[in-house]
Antibody, heavy 115, light 110 residues
Framework: EVQLVESGGGLVQPGGSLRLSCAAS????????MNWVRQAPGKGLEWVSY????????YYADSVKGRFTISRDNAKNSLYLQMNSLRAEDTAVYYC????????WGQGTMVTVSS | QSVLTQPPSASGTPGQRVTISCSGS????????VNWYQQLPGAAPKLLIY???LRPSGVPDRFSGSKSATSASLGISGLQSEDEADYYC???????????FGGGTKLTVL
């Protein structure tokens, strides 16, 4: 079964850091580009970051550029999002999603930025 | 404000056909394909339509998509109670160099 499972969310203070992980299974992870998408409570979807299958191409939304870093480990079938200088407006459920068509989504992990 | 514009709500009775619109610009819908997602309450989004009008395996043919110039639409025929969900459109934006979403449409089955 094709599956994505996120982890690493939690409560963090403004200015703090958090690292999210996404474990992939059921498909050849190294062949697929991956994304992070977030959804603030009661709000719509917002694309956060993209990484190509090899990791050589990376893009970020302007709202997180310079603060978030996407990476992947194809040997471990894992995708990561390092989030630094977190702000209250980063509070959201964070999903990993496969390819730019977002054909497969994880269940999401909640990140709450609050003092 | 979302880059793509959707009506915040839509409704219909069981068996009816409803249409949800998605309006963009030349840098997104006008030059790239459109995808649609269904998000049931408390669940992750699910790909419903890709490349303007194609359905992934397992999606009923009651769901259809179309695109014209800088607008797209999602059609749902034979409306069922389980179709009650939020629906989002998305497309790559050449100017922003990333995917953009509509604000979402909450579909209510009366």
């Amino acid at each position: 079964e094709v599956q994505l499972v996120e982890s690493g969310g939690g409560l963090v203070q403004p200015g703090g850091s958090l690292r999210l992980s996404c474990a992939a299974s059921g498909f050849t992870f190294s062949s697929y580009e991956m994304n992070w998408v977030r959804q603030a409570p009661g709000k719509g979807l917002e694309w956060v970051s993209y990484i190509s299958s090899s990791g050589s191409n990376i893009y970020y939304a302007d709202s997180v550029k310079g603060r978030f870093t996407i990476s992947r480990d194809n040997a471990k079938n894992s995708l990561y999002l390092q989030m630094n200088s977190l702000r209250a407006e980063d509070t959201a459920v964070y999903y990993c999603a496969r390819v730019t068509a977002f054909d497969i989504w994880g269940q999401g992990t909640m990140v709450t930025v609050s003092s | 404000q979302s880059v793509l514009t959707q009506p915040p709500s839509a409704s219909g009775t069981p068996g009816q056909r409803v249409t949800i619109s998605c309006s963009g610009s030349s840098s997104n819908i006008g030059s790239n394909t459109v995808n649609w997602y269904q998000q049931l309450p408390g669940a992750a989004p699910k790909l419903l339509i890709y490349s303007n009008n194609l359905r992934p395996s397992g999606v009923p043919d009651r769901f259809s998509g179309s695109k014209s110039a800088t607008s797209a639409s999602l059609g749902i025929s034979g409306l069922q109670s389980e179709d009650e969900a939020d629906y989002y459109c998305a497309a790559w934006d050449d100017r922003l160099n990333g995917p953009v979403f509509g604000g979402g449409t909450k579909l209510t089955v009366l």
